[in-house]
């Protein structure tokens, strides 16, 4: 199953985006799907998730209250909206999926089996 990103740009601080994800079979499956970002130079880091069948959403800290994740099942799309950018949220956006991530190790980059390619988001000051 590919993954495909999509929805980054170039924004202003305070502005917004949505970033799509989208699966490419219609027997995609997943426990989870979730969000990582990636700043130059630093590690890839937990963003967003979503679990795919009751809904439940967890967030980075840092993003809580500025970022919602949200998913459509029908069109085995996942969603990242960001509103309130910061130039701190500078980084690559990637999704990812999984269906053997369980809720312990959501956030940890390793329990990820099914990458997409990454959304570059730039935000200025």
């Known amino acids: 199953v590919q993954l495909q990103a999509s929805g980054g740009g170039l924004v202003q601080d305070g502005g917004s985006l949505k970033l799509s994800c989208t699966a490419s079979?219609?027997?995609?499956?997943?426990?989870?799907m979730t969000w990582f970002r990636q700043a130059p130079g630093k590690e890839r880091e937990f963003v967003a998730a979503?679990?795919?069948?009751?809904?439940?959403?967890y967030y980075e800290d840092s993003v809580k209250g500025r970022f919602t994740i949200s998913r459509d099942r029908a069109k085995n799309s996942g969603y990242l909206q960001m509103n309130s950018l910061r130039p701190e949220d500078t980084a690559v956006y990637y999704c990812?999926?999984?269906?053997?991530?369980?809720?312990?190790?959501?956030?940890?980059?390793?329990?990820?089996?099914?990458w997409g390619q990454g959304t570059l988001v730039t935000v200025s000051s």
């Open positions: 079979e219609r027997t995609f499956s997943t426990r989870y």
């Open positions: 990812a999926a999984s269906p053997s991530v369980i809720l312990s190790n959501v956030a940890s980059r390793n329990a990820y089996n099914n």
């Open positions: 979503i679990n795919w069948g009751s809904g439940g959403t």
